[in-house]
């Protein structure tokens, strides 16, 4: 059976410490949205009106460019958020969002949410921790793509997707060509490297999930410059 929404705003970093008065409130104010796979949530430049959960599914944050070349800027699953950038300033959203299987959504409208913030801070100072913490992790991804090599790069993402779940299995689904896309690099090459992770005993592969079995190792790779 699909989440309630208050079940899924448990889920939600940004709502799980609020206490159940106030989980009911913010669950009434949102919208329940479905989306195929491969559909566009929402077009980079388009208004920023709105807060997004993830109830169910996966989706993408990606930048296309002129020439058609998509750059993955993140892989969310159920419990993710976006939309909060432009939530809070009132800009136009930065990137594009595409369901990468059949996704579930909670939508939650800007005003609604600025309203429910006046008696529930605990949010907001959730909201600006995260925020710190995406921003970290830009800086760290900015480093790793100027510094690394693919291997390290690679080594970089698998450790940070397996900290975001809390441990050392990735759940989210990565093909080789997400990966590449994700660090800038070719399918080909990214195949290579997991390859050689897996030869190694450094991680192991299957269907449903990845399992960091050498963290050490990867966190050696991802700091060699």
Not at 120 to 146: C, F, N, Q, T, Y
Not at 203 to 209: P, S
């Amino acid at each position: 059976m699909p989440l309630s929404p208050i079940e899924v705003l448990r889920k939600v970093p940004l709502f799980a410490g609020l206490g159940e008065n106030d989980l009911v409130a913010f669950a009434e104010l949102t919208r329940e949205r479905s989306y195929p796979k491969g559909s566009v949530i929402v077009f980079e430049d388009d208004p920023g009106d709105a807060l997004y959960l993830v109830a169910a599914g996966q989706v993408k944050v990606v930048i296309i460019a002129e020439d058609g070349r998509e750059v993955i800027l993140s892989v969310l699953g159920e419990g993710s958020f976006f939309g909060e950038m432009a939530v809070i300033d009132d800009e136009p959203r930065s990137a594009h969002v595409i369901a990468m299987e059949d996704s579930s959504l909670l939508v939650l409208r800007r005003e609604d949410f600025y309203a429910r913030l006046r008696s529930s801070p605990e949010v907001a100072i959730a909201l600006l921790r995260e925020i710190s913490r995406r921003l970290r992790r830009a800086d760290e991804k900015i480093g790793s793509l100027v510094l690394l090599d693919v291997n390290g790069r690679v080594a970089h993402l698998l450790l940070r997707m397996a900290d975001d779940e809390g441990g050392d299995r990735i759940t989210r689904k990565l093909t080789h060509h997400t990966i590449a896309q994700m660090i800038g690099s070719s399918r080909e090459t990214v195949s290579r490297t997991m390859r050689n992770l897996v030869e190694r005993g450094i991680i192991q592969v299957t269907r449903k999930e990845i399992t960091l079995r050498d963290r050490r190792s990867l966190m050696l790779a991802a700091r060699r410059a």
